[in-house]
């Protein structure tokens, strides 16, 4: 039997969770992507399978050069809440949510103000 004891000393704000999820099991035909909603209060996840839809927000992160970014951190907010998602390897970035109104996009330092999703449209973006 071992008995193991660690104590750590937390500074700043800053709350860093990792979860890994596999692949569908043989046989699965239902939704590959998942929604992941955050409880601030308790500070538990909910997970969501979800099919994308061609009318939400999505498009391609670029860099500078125009290449594909990978893992990019992409932010939308609209109505006062904020959304959020990353690139996947070719770049490509999908909000599930259905925005209505305006919206403001946001990856590293760049910005763009939307005033609604286009149905169909690719909202790309490059890096600065």
């Known amino acids: 039997m071992t008995d193991l004891n660690t104590t ?4 700043g704000t800053e709350q860093v969770s990792y979860v890994t999820m596999g692949g569908p099991a043989y046989g699965y035909t239902g939704p590959v992507n998942m929604d992941v909603y955050f409880d601030t209060v308790y500070q538990t996840f909910a ?3 979800t099919e994308l839809s061609p009318e939400a927000l999505h498009g391609v992160i670029s860099s500078s050069q125009g290449k594909p970014v990978a ?19 070719r770049g490509e970035y999908h909000f599930s949510s259905k925005f209505t109104g305006p919206i403001d996009l946001q990856t590293g330092s760049t910005t ?5 999703v286009e149905t169909g449209k690719s909202v790309d973006l490059r890096l600065q």
């Open 8 to 11: 750590a000393a937390l500074t």
């Open 47 to 49: 997970f969501l399978p």
């Open 71 to 89: 893992g990019q951190l992409v932010t939308a907010t609209a109505g006062g809440v904020k959304y959020r998602t990353y690139t996947n390897a």
């Open 112 to 116: 763009q103000h939307l005033p609604g």
